[in-house]
């Protein structure tokens, strides 16, 4: 089983495969080199960016990202005023700081590759570094994959017989699940509801108190993302002019009297999911939930429902959506995708929305069967939903995206609610459903900007 806690991570805009996962797979890189103690003898770093990683890199910081994890920077814990100064001097000085201390000529017209006609069968986001010594000779020559969500994998690890997107932790836990059939049974055999299951698998990765601190770290990222996203103004980067509406929306909403409840719930879950993804766009410090590109949804719901005059009530409510969130996430990431390049929007945005309805269905008191019914529910309008980002960037319509989910998810909740018979198409159904989508849709609508919205909208 893998943590929940790998599915919620910490990292930087605009897109978790297209900027995260490259600079964790630079990061890989440099770990190879140092094991083979050869990291010294470095002269020249040649980078290949595969498939979608090439289609859309430019407009997602892909470069830029691989080049900073070269420099030794991690998503986690990325210094832009650092990383603005070695980028500089890469610019005006053509030398790159290999792992912080060890410098090497660098040429990004030249050492970055975008290869976009190669789309490896793999996994479309396909990444291949080569290191070479003074005299031309390759030192490590390897490919890797961004799988979506910040998860990376080698070739090796995906050419392994296991199904869907999994690739093993080597953790053993005591109530595994491969499916939601499984989970059910598990919850209905243990009395457990879904959050405190997933807890216990928790704890046999780390003690209880890491859990939960982990989990207060991801809530006040998200926390601090919305913030920032509230007031920030301006027009955000990467040519298209697009404007940041949530401040101004905001302002709105502080001001406006309480008077149309439902017109205002509709407007609340727009602000927040749009203040993340204006700051994901911008490329600021945001959550994989389960990914960058759709990470306004989860927060947004969780931040509107969880406000609770008690604090403590508030923590544990908060505790209890994104555990239940993050069950269903793994759901997805293990038996399907969650990467745009591979699944189309429908494994970012439609998991998110997905995550949220489950996850609040647990807040409202919902069964094991109700939060699944949400999650299922969740998905089931979100299939087909294309990825086809106008200028290769995280903004439109992916910004708006996120607020149409938010709003989605909560409405999802509530037919789950209020309904008590068997469902007639099951989690797993439409999980396996969203695989299959995937697979028949053409990779103009997967994060290639080949087709959609990115060929039909004029990009001025």
């Not at 990292?11 to 630079?26: E, K, L, N």
Request: net charge negative; glycine share 12%.
């Amino acid at each position: 089983m893998l943590s929940v806690l790998d599915i919620f991570r910490v990292g930087i805009g605009p897109s978790s495969s297209h900027t995260v996962g490259p600079m964790r797979i630079s990061s890989m890189f440099l770990s190879g080199l140092k094991r083979a103690k050869k990291l010294e003898k470095v002269a020249r770093v040649h980078i290949e960016l595969q498939g979608s990683l090439a289609l859309t890199g430019v407009g997602h910081g892909t470069p830029r990202a691989t080049i900073l994890g070269l420099m030794g920077h991690k998503p986690e814990t990325y210094d832009p005023c650092k990383g603005d100064m070695q980028l500089e001097r890469i610019e005006s000085e053509g030398i790159l700081s290999l792992c912080g201390h060890h410098d090497i000529t660098f040429d990004p017209k030249f050492d970055v590759d975008l290869a976009g006609h190669i789309i490896p069968d793999l996994h479309p986001n396909g990444m291949r570094l080569i290191a070479y010594d003074s005299a031309g000779a390759e030192l490590l020559n390897q490919t890797y994959f961004s799988t979506g969500g910040g998860f990376v994998a080698t070739k090796r690890q995906l050419e392994r017989p296991i199904a869907g997107d999994q690739v093993s932790a080597g953790i053993s836990v005591p109530h595994p699940f491969g499916s939601a059939s499984e989970l059910l049974a598990l919850c209905s055999t243990e009395g457990l509801p879904v959050h405190e299951l997933v807890l216990l698998n928790e704890d046999a990765v780390r003690p209880r108190a890491e859990t939960e601190a982990g989990i207060d770290l991801i809530i006040e990222a998200m926390d601090q993302c919305i913030d920032r996203g509230l007031v920030q103004t301006g027009i955000l980067p990467g040519g298209l002019k697009v404007r940041r509406r949530a401040p101004e929306l905001w302002d709105k909403l502080k001001s406006a009297p309480q008077s149309n409840e439902r017109e205002q719930l509709f407007d609340w879950l727009n602000c927040l999911a749009m203040a993340v993804n204006e700051e994901n766009a911008a490329g600021g410090k945001v959550v994989t939930a389960p990914t960058n590109g759709a990470a306004g949804i989860l927060p947004a719901v969780m931040r509107f429902y969880c406000l609770d005059a008690d604090e403590r009530a508030c923590r544990s409510s908060r505790h209890k959506f994104l555990l239940t969130a993050g069950a269903i996430g793994l759901l997805y990431k293990q038996r399907a995708s969650i990467s745009g390049a591979e699944m189309g929007c429908q494994g970012e945005v439609g998991v998110a929305c997905s995550m949220a309805a489950g996850g609040l269905a647990a807040l409202w008191g919902g069964s094991p069967g109700q939060i699944a019914s949400a999650a299922e529910i969740g998905m089931e309008h979100n299939l087909g939903l294309t990825c086809d980002p106008v200028g290769g960037l995280v903004q439109v319509p992916c910004i708006e995206r996120n607020a149409i989910g938010a709003v989605k998810a909560v409405n999802a909740a509530r037919l789950a609610l209020h309904r008590d018979e068997v469902t007639l198409v099951s989690l797993d159904q439409v999980i396996e459903t969203m695989r299959q989508t995937g697979l028949d849709m053409s990779t103009k609508y997967k994060e290639t900007s080949q087709g959609g919205l990115a060929v039909n909208v004029i990009e001025c």
